[in-house]
Nanobody, 121 residues
Framework: QVQLVESGGGLVQAGGSLRLSCAAS????????MGWYRQAPGKQRELVAT???????NSPTSLKGRFTISRDNAKNTIYLQMNSLKPEDTAVYYC???????????????WGQGTQVTVSS
């Protein structure tokens, strides 16, 4: 099995910064694109950013100036640097990864348990 564990969430004041981490472990033959998503109370889950193994990123234009995704392939870990945080950034942030567990298997998406980010005004 595959496990994704997020860390780094917490309570911060508006204008502050936070750095999230997500480490993938378990039965990983190959790992592909990883990403961050978030879900605020009463809202749909939305894309924050994704990153390929080669470092190509994708994120909504509205977040590109404040949020930066990065990864360490050797550690199967991704990060999300969040700057100039706003109260509307408050949400549960989830980590995802596309993983091939064995050569004969198929690619599947895995999700972490989520980490709470709360931004106070």
């Amino acid at each position: 099995q595959v496990q994704l564990v997020e860390s780094g969430g917490g309570l911060v004041q508006a204008g502050g910064s936070l750095r999230l981490s997500c480490a993938a472990s378990g039965s990983i033959f190959s790992i592909g694109t990883m990403g961050w998503y978030r879900q605020a109370p009463g809202k749909q889950r939305e894309l924050v950013a994704t990153i390929t193994t080669s470092g190509s990123t994708n994120s909504p234009t509205s977040l590109k100036g404040r949020f930066t995704i990065s990864r360490d392939n050797a550690k199967n870990t991704i990060y999300l640097q969040m700057n100039s945080l706003k109260p509307e950034d408050t949400a549960v942030y989830y980590c995802s990864a596309r993983v091939l567990t064995t050569p004969q298997a198929f690619w599947s998406d895995y999700w972490g348990q989520g980490t709470q980010v709360t931004v106070s005004s």
